[in-house]
C-alpha cells in the first residue's frame, strides 16, 4: 500500500528552527509537495521537490532524498503566525496526491 | 472572483437528503478534484477530473457523484446523505498540462455535518 508518515505533532520556540520530516512509500514518484494548514483554513502552496537536493524560499527550505523516500520541510526564524499544520504529499505514478495525516507545529513564545 | 470558491461554506443536513457542494475555478485550469478531511487523516481524494467532460474515482468514491460540464464547475453531490460523510469538504484544480508541476491550488472548503 501507499503511505505517507511525518509525526503528528511538534513545538518550537519562537526566533528558533524547526525540522519537519516526511518519509513516504508510494507507488511511483513524480514530485513530493509541502502545503500549509492554519485551522479551519484552506491547505496552501509551500514547496515542490522532484530532484534530490535542498530547495530554499526565504524561510522555507524542502529538501528530499528520492532513493531514501524521504523529505524534510525546515523553517527559519520562526514566527508566531508560522503555528499551522504541515501537510507533505507525494504524486504518484497515476499522477494522484497520497497526502499525510500532516504535522501540527505550535510555536510558543 | 480570483481562485476558487466553494458553495455553500457550512451546512447541516439530515440524513437520508441530496446535498450540492459547488466549485468553481477562474484559472482556466484543466483539472479539478475534490477531497475530504478527517480529523487525524491526511485529505482522501473522491473524485478528479482531468478536463472537461471526463471524471475519475479516487479513494473514497462511494456515496458521491461528479460532473465537469465546462472548465469552471465541479459540483459534488451527495445522493443520499448519511452521518458518515460528516467532513470537510475541499475543491482543488490544477494546471497539469506537460511541463507543469500539478500544483493542486484549493477552496476555502466545506464543512458538511450529516444528524
Known amino acids: 500500500g501507499q503511505n505517507i508518515d511525518q509525526p503528528t505533532e511538534m513545538t518550537a520556540t519562537e526566533g528558533a528552527i524547526v525540522q519537519i520530516n516526511c518519509t513516504y512509500q508510494t507507488s511511483g514518484f513524480n514530485g513530493l509537495f509541502w502545503y500549509q494548514q492554519h485551522a479551519g483554513e484552506a491547505p496552501t502552496f509551500l514547496s515542490y521537490n522532484v530532484l534530490d537536493g535542498l530547495e530554499e524560499k526565504g524561510r522555507f527550505s524542502s529538501f528530499l532524498s528520492r532513493s531514501k523516500g524521504y523529505s524534510y520541510l525546515l523553517l527559519k526564524e520562526l514566527q508566531m503566525k508560522d503555528s499551522a499544520s504541515y501537510l507533505c504529499?507525494?504524486?504518484?505514478?497515476?499522477?494522484?496526491?497520497?497526502w499525510g495525516a500532516g504535522t501540527k507545529l505550535i510555536i510558543k513564545p | 472572483i480570483a481562485g476558487i470558491t466553494q458553495a455553500p461554506t457550512s451546512q447541516i443536513l439530515a440524513a437520508g437528503r441530496r446535498m450540492t457542494l459547488r466549485c468553481t475555478q477562474d484559472m482556466r485550469h484543466n483539472a479539478m478534484y475534490w477531497y475530504r478531511q478527517d480529523l487525524g487523516l491526511g485529505l482522501r481524494l473522491i473524485h478528479y477530473s482531468n478536463t472537461a467532460g471526463t471524471t475519475g474515482k479516487g479513494e473514497v468514491p462511494d456515496g458521491y457523484s461528479v460532473s465537469r460540464a465546462n472548465t469552471d464547475d465541479f459540483p459534488l453531490t451527495l445522493a443520499s446523505a448519511v452521518p458518515s460523510q460528516t467532513s470537510v469538504y475541499f475543491c482543488?484544480?490544477?494546471?497539469?498540462?506537460?511541463?507543469?508541476?500539478?500544483?493542486?491550488?484549493f477552496g476555502p472548503g466545506t464543512r458538511l455535518t450529516v444528524l
Open positions: 504529499a507525494v504524486m504518484d505514478s497515476n499522477y494522484q496526491l497520497i
Open positions: 482543488a484544480s490544477s494546471d497539469s498540462t506537460s511541463g507543469g508541476t500539478d500544483t493542486q491550488y
